[in-house]
């Protein structure tokens, strides 16, 4: 085989090695996924659900994210392109708050409806924010649906760790170690914020009277520099 046919083959083979890696790609970010701000037990997290193409080639109209039992209360994200409904649900038994009252109801799904279908091809996100479970390894699985122009996709296949993922899987994420600050942090911790404070306001003032003495003494330098001349 000649040089300039063996460069020619070996070209081919590595364009279609890489179109089958983008075409991978592709079919791996075709999902609606969603990415946490935090995923520490605890924490207060926003979740960020993505949508990039249609159900097939039609335009989205809606996204139904349904909650876990383990999420009660949801703020949602405003998305100037969609409308945003909560559908509350009323609890069997009635949840603390941690602020001294406690929840009767809860947010089982929150629906984005498209005010301009969204074309398929293009990618768009709506946001939830929420406390996550303050227990490690807790699995959160959300449901989606998507709803078309024609058709819909539910993404609400579940799946355990090691198994094959399913065609249309729903997002989930799971909760790790609590990171001990913001919501949550124990009162050790609070206690040391407020002193770490204290102390930095008072080399603050030290700062400022140290910078007033400062001032006086350059003034009264040049006053006496200027009754010698």
């Not at 949602?76 to 406690?102: M, R």
Request: charged residues 20%.
């Amino acid at each position: 085989m000649s040089l300039a046919r063996h460069a020619a083959r070996t070209a081919a083979l590595t364009l279609t090695s890489s179109a089958l890696v983008v075409s991978a790609a592709a079919v791996a970010s075709a999902h609606v996924s969603v990415t946490p701000s935090s995923t520490a037990a605890g924490a207060y997290s926003v979740l960020t659900f993505s949508v990039g193409h249609g159900c097939g080639t039609s335009p989205t109209t809606r996204l139904t994210v349904q909650l876990p039992e383990e999420i009660i209360a949801v703020t949602p994200t405003v998305n100037p392109n969609w409308t945003v409904e909560k559908k509350i649900e009323k609890l069997e038994s009635a949840v603390d708050n941690g602020h001294g009252g406690e929840y009767t109801e809860r947010v089982a799904e929150v629906v984005y409806t498209a005010k301009t279908p969204l074309e398929d091809g293009l990618r768009d996100t709506v946001a939830l924010q929420m406390p996550l479970p303050e227990e490690e390894g807790t699995k959160l699985v959300f449901p989606v649906i998507q709803t078309c122009e024609e058709g819909e996709t539910a993404w609400t296949q579940t799946y355990d760790e090691g198994q094959d993922e399913p065609e249309s899987p729903a997002p989930f994420i799971e909760t790790t170690a609590s990171e001990g600050d913001g919501h949550g942090a124990t009162d050790e911790e609070a206690a040391d914020h407020e002193e770490a404070g204290t102390g930095s306001n008072t080399l603050g003032w030290v700062g400022v009277v140290l910078g007033a003495l400062g001032l006086a003494a350059g003034g009264l330098a040049l006053g006496r520099t200027r009754s010698r001349g």
